[in-house]
């Protein structure tokens, strides 16, 4: 019913920025609620951020705060990751989720996802 394509992973120095972007097509994709996740090598997956329909409300794992700023353009079904001042630790397979309920940081409710873009931040 929803796909989602992520774009914009690569590879960046310690302290410099990346922008992701997720291209959301399907029924009524900009009705969802949007959430980014990541995982690392032999680690589990993990919450990153969430925006609401609106771009109302935005949510963050407490290890990206202040550094990362999740948004979205409805007109073009779109959802944005900026990170700035990545760290070797941000190294992982980033992922795109939509859910058609609230925003939540529990990849359960989350039943649409990409395939992912590899993000990798060397030192």
């Known amino acids: 019913q929803v796909q989602l394509v992520e774009s914009g992973g690569g590879l960046v120095q310690a302290g410099g920025s990346l922008r992701l972007s997720c291209a959301a097509s399907?029924?009524?994709?900009?009705?969802?609620?949007m959430g980014w996740f990541r995982q690392a090598p032999g680690k589990e997956r993990e919450f990153v951020a969430a925006?609401?329909?609106?771009?109302?409300?935005?949510y963050y794992a407490d290890s990206v705060k202040g550094r990362f700023t999740i948004s979205r353009d409805n007109a073009k079904n779109t959802v944005y990751l900026q990170m700035n001042s990545l760290k070797p630790e941000d190294t992982a397979v980033y992922y795109c989720?939509?859910?058609?309920?609230?925003?939540?940081?529990?990849?359960?409710?989350?039943?649409?996802w990409g395939q992912g873009t590899q993000v990798t931040v060397s030192s």
């Open positions: 925006i609401s329909w609106s771009g109302g409300s935005t």
């Open positions: 989720a939509a859910t058609i309920s609230l925003p939540t940081t529990q990849e359960a409710r989350y039943p649409y």
């Open positions: 399907g029924r009524t994709s900009s009705s969802y609620s």
